[in-house]
T-cell receptor
Framework: GAGVSQSPSNKVTEKGKDVELRCDPI?????LYWYRQSLGQGLEFLIY????????KSGLPSDRFSAERTGGSVSTLTIQRTQQEDSAVYLC??????????????FGPGTRLTVL | AQTVTQSQPEMSVQEAETVTLSCTYD???????LFWYKQPPSRQMILVIR??????QNATENRFSVNFQKAAKSFSLKISDSQLGDAAMYFC??????????FGTGTRLTIIP
């Protein structure tokens, strides 16, 4: 089956604008993760969804960042009032949801966000 | 705090030779899972190999193998018979049981023809 897909592949926006990044997980995967990859901070966890449980938002850097997962499948990461430090590659991953850290996470190709 | 250290920012190896990438980590957990991912210029993060911390036997996947030393908290990746397609950034990424991967800073591997 298809892997994790993300859209858009690249996004250029102006400072202060809102952006939405989309992730389609592997069919049947109940767990979904967002990570951010930037030059200064490396790869960092943002948010984790598992089934119908409340998401783990502990990695979101500010209240300008939010994410939703509709119908247990597609997820949207929203960044409001973008800042230049938000420029990064945003990676989405999904896994089968077995839990306890056992899952292999499968990654999408990422969205490169550039804030001018 | 749980940390992951990859002390080799860059490595290079001749094609067909063997190279070892190092990774050390710090955690108070006893059960966890360790992963190596590669990220080629295409940006797609690809799983290379995984190791369960409760297993003493080192994982192998074709030309890729690990040397897992739990007491030393070390998880190195050995690539045998290096190929041009192995050129990429390699990330050590343990999952310490909280479902999040904790990534090292990566090692950029160059294959010399």
């Amino acid at each position: 089956g298809a892997g994790v897909s993300q859209s858009p592949s690249n996004k250029v926006t102006e400072k202060g604008k809102d952006v939405e990044l989309r992730c389609d997980p592997i069919s049947g995967h109940t767990a979904l993760y967002w990570y951010r990859q930037s030059l200064g901070q490396g790869l960092e966890f943002l948010i984790y969804f598992q089934g119908n449980s409340a998401p783990d938002k502990s990695g979101l850097p500010s209240d300008r960042f939010s994410a939703e997962r509709t119908g247990g499948s597609v997820s949207t990461l929203t960044i409001q009032r973008t800042q230049q430090e938000d420029s990064a590659v945003y990676l989405c991953a999904s896994s089968s949801g077995a839990g306890f850290g056992t899952d292999t996470q499968y990654f999408g190709p990422g969205t490169r966000l550039t804030v001018l | 705090a749980q940390t992951v250290t990859q002390s080799q920012p860059e490595m290079s190896v001749q094609e067909a030779e063997t190279v070892t990438l190092s990774c050390t980590y710090d955690t108070s957990e006893s059960d966890y899972y360790l992963f190596w991912y590669k990220q080629p210029p295409s940006r797609q993060m690809i799983l290379v190999i995984r190791q369960e911390a409760y297993k003493q036997q080192n994982a192998t996947e074709n030309r890729f193998s690990v040397n897992f030393q739990k007491a030393a908290k070390s998880f190195s990746l050995k690539i045998s018979d290096s190929q041009l397609g192995d050129a990429a950034m390699y990330f050590c990424a343990p999952n310490f049981g909280n479902e999040k991967l904790t990534f090292g800073t990566g090692t950029r591997l160059t294959i010399i023809p």
